[in-house]
């Protein structure tokens, strides 16, 4: 099992332009998060989901959009990423009273 | 006020010695309580879950104070391995998992 994955690993991005981040999962999870992760700050919600065709506002959404078309796939879009929008991306999913499980991360510069 | 607060550190402490931290939280309301562990550059994982009767596994104990609303983690002969960043993590419960809440993390540094 792979767990979960995140595809890319690095990317750098010129302002203005868009990109999307995508997340999967092989554990039959309901629940699927994006997170972003900056020096100091922790870890801060960007959009959840609770199941295949829903999503939902985060701590931050702001800049982001989502999509959860299959239960296995969260997909993360920056439609015109902002220097502001520098940080390590984190997906995670989420069962029951128990841990979640997290991706690899995916560290994006915006210049 | 913070929902879950963390004393960023770093502890920088000898190998071998004990070291305690803990993590308050402002929801009573909240259900679980777990501690992540973070090195650095890579994504944060499971260390142990906290219960209210107290929960020890190996080197490591954590508590939970409700009646003072903080979590505590204490890694007894600490080792270099040991040096990461500690995350406290807040769930009020399954029918709200979207309000997971983490702290922002303890820097533990082990010293030879």
């Known amino acids: 099992n792979a767990g979960v994955t995140q595809t890319p690993k690095f990317r750098v991005l010129k302002t203005g332009q868009s990109m999307t981040l995508l997340c999967a999962q092989d554990?039959?999870?309901?629940?699927m998060y994006w997170y972003r992760q900056d020096p100091g700050m922790g870890l801060r919600l960007i959009h959840y989901s609770v199941g295949e065709g829903t999503t939902a506002k985060g701590e931050v959404p702001d800049g982001y959009n989502v999509s959860r078309l299959k239960k296995q796939n969260f997909l993360l879009g920056l439609e015109s990423a902002a220097p502001s929008q520098t940080s390590v991306y984190f997906c995670a999913t989420f069962h029951s009273y128990n841990e979640q499980f997290f991706g690899p991360g995916t560290r994006l510069t915006v210049l | 006020r913070k929902e879950v607060e963390q004393d960023p550190g770093p502890f920088n402490v000898p190998e071998g010695a004990t070291v305690a931290f803990n993590c308050t939280y402002s929801?009573?309301?909240?259900?679980?309580f777990f501690w992540y562990r973070q090195d650095c550059r890579k994504e944060p994982k499971l260390l142990m879950s906290v219960y209210s009767s107290g929960n020890e596994d190996g080197r490591f104990t954590a508590q939970l104070n409700r009646a003072s609303q903080y979590i505590s983690l204490l890694i007894r002969d600490s080792k270099l391995s040991d040096s990461a960043t500690y995350l406290c993590?807040?769930?009020?419960?399954?029918?709200?998992?979207?309000?997971?809440?983490f702290g922002s993390g303890t820097r533990l540094s082990i010293r030879p």
């Open positions: 929801n009573s309301a909240s259900q679980s």
């Open positions: 993590v807040e769930t009020p419960g399954y029918s709200s998992a979207s309000k997971i809440i």
């Open positions: 554990m039959n999870h309901e629940y």
